[in-house]
């Protein structure tokens, strides 16, 4: 939600601004039949003023998903800036890249410049489901 709002700041200050979760932007690249095709998508996804790129972390990646989202974070490197969402802390990523070079690689650039906001409490989604059980289980007690 707060990558979102960043994005919908962007927009109201007459910025463009663009939304995809990293899976359909890897698959979106990565689908591209030939060399001209992916420098078009690649260029769809440089062209806004903020790319927002959610849930990065949820999918492991293979070798050429992580060379896409380099590429990606690579070209609008200093460029134009990138808002990232994951679940996942830095030490993390290992997991969901199949190499540390490629993951180190995408931190330096991703981190170079930038603000990291760290949220450790409860997922919103995970304390709502909670309040809805407590519900429940209040109307049963007759409380």
Excluded at 11 to 39: N, V
Excluded at 84 to 97: E, G, H, P, V
């Amino acid at each position: 939600m707060i990558g979102k709002n960043i994005a919908y700041a962007a927009l109201q200050k007459g910025y463009s601004a663009l939304y995809a979760p990293a899976s359909k932007i890897i698959a979106d690249i990565g689908g591209q039949e030939t060399a001209f095709l992916r420098e078009r998508r690649f260029h769809h996804y440089c062209r806004p003023a903020l790319l927002l790129v959610d849930e990065l972390g949820y999918l492991a990646y293979d070798n050429a998903a992580a060379d896409i989202l380099f590429q990606l974070v690579n070209r609008r490197y200093e460029q134009k800036p990138i808002v990232l969402t994951t679940n996942l802390a830095f030490r993390d990523w290992k997991d969901i890249f199949p190499n540390a070079a490629s993951a180190s690689a995408l931190i330096d650039r991703l981190t170079h410049h930038s603000h990291v906001v760290v949220i450790k409490e409860e997922s919103y989604r995970k304390h709502e489901a909670r309040q809805d059980r407590k519900g429940l289980t209040d109307e049963h007690d007759g409380s």
